[in-house]
């Protein structure tokens, strides 16, 4: 049975029971508790906010957001963000999931590290990146109890150095196709990382295209 914080449980279904098996023998520990942890945050943000959510596709979302990092379900020219979208796609694709529900679930993971949109948009779209934006940048950390927040480490641990660890991984997830971080926060990932990593540039974009003017 799943752990319950803030009354916030995984769902006990067997959709739910497949994504964990799924994710946990996919992605890393590290992965797997982060993106536990951004369920749990997300989940409690919308609880706080009064937002009416279907867990079971807020934890999809939650627990899929990341797979695009990994290298099974990496693609050489997407965006990881698509990558996971896509993976999540397939995989409720798989258990009959309604379409438009798979949409809902595929646009949460797209735009997860999009800053500004997703809080406008459907509930678990708002709520994947309202645990994402908790976890990794602690940006709404006072809106948490210190109760809640000790709970969901203690349940999903946070690695002795996981800021570093985690930009490690998104870096390890992304440095072979430098080209999809264009106008995204990733590039900020393989500007620290990579010393020969030139980012590109809109403006330069605009300027060197074909139009003569």
């Not at 992605?27 to 906010?49: C, D, M, P, T, W």
């Not at 996971?84 to 529900?101: K, P, T, V």
């Not at 971080?181 to 605009?206: M, Q, S, W, Y």
């Amino acid at each position: 049975m799943s752990i319950s914080i803030g009354g916030i449980r995984i769902p006990d279904t067997k959709l739910a029971r497949g994504v964990t098996e799924l994710v946990r023998d996919t992605a890393s520990e590290l992965l797997f508790n982060h993106s536990s942890r951004v369920y749990y945050f997300g989940a409690i943000a919308g609880q706080q906010k009064g937002l009416t959510f279907d867990p079971e596709l807020l934890y999809a979302g939650a627990m899929f957001h990341d797979m695009g990092l990994t290298h099974q379900h990496s693609s050489a020219d997407e965006r990881f963000e698509v990558d996971g979208a896509n993976a999540a796609r397939d995989f409720l694709r798989s258990h009959g999931i309604a379409q438009a529900d798979i949409d809902t679930v595929w646009t949460a993971i797209a735009l997860h590290t999009t800053p500004g949109i997703p809080q406008h948009m459907h509930p678990v779209v708002a709520l994947v990146t309202a645990g994402v934006e908790m976890d990794v940048l602690g940006l709404t950390y006072r809106h948490y109890s210190d109760a809640e927040r000790e709970a969901v480490v203690k349940a999903f641990p946070r690695s002795a150095h996981f800021k570093e660890d985690i930009i490690q991984a998104f870096y390890d997830g992304i440095k072979h196709k430098p080209q999809t971080t264009f106008g995204n926060v990733k590039a900020d990932v393989l500007a620290d990382k990579d010393p020969h990593f030139h980012r590109g540039n809109f403006c330069e974009v605009i300027r060197c295209s074909h139009w003569k003017a």
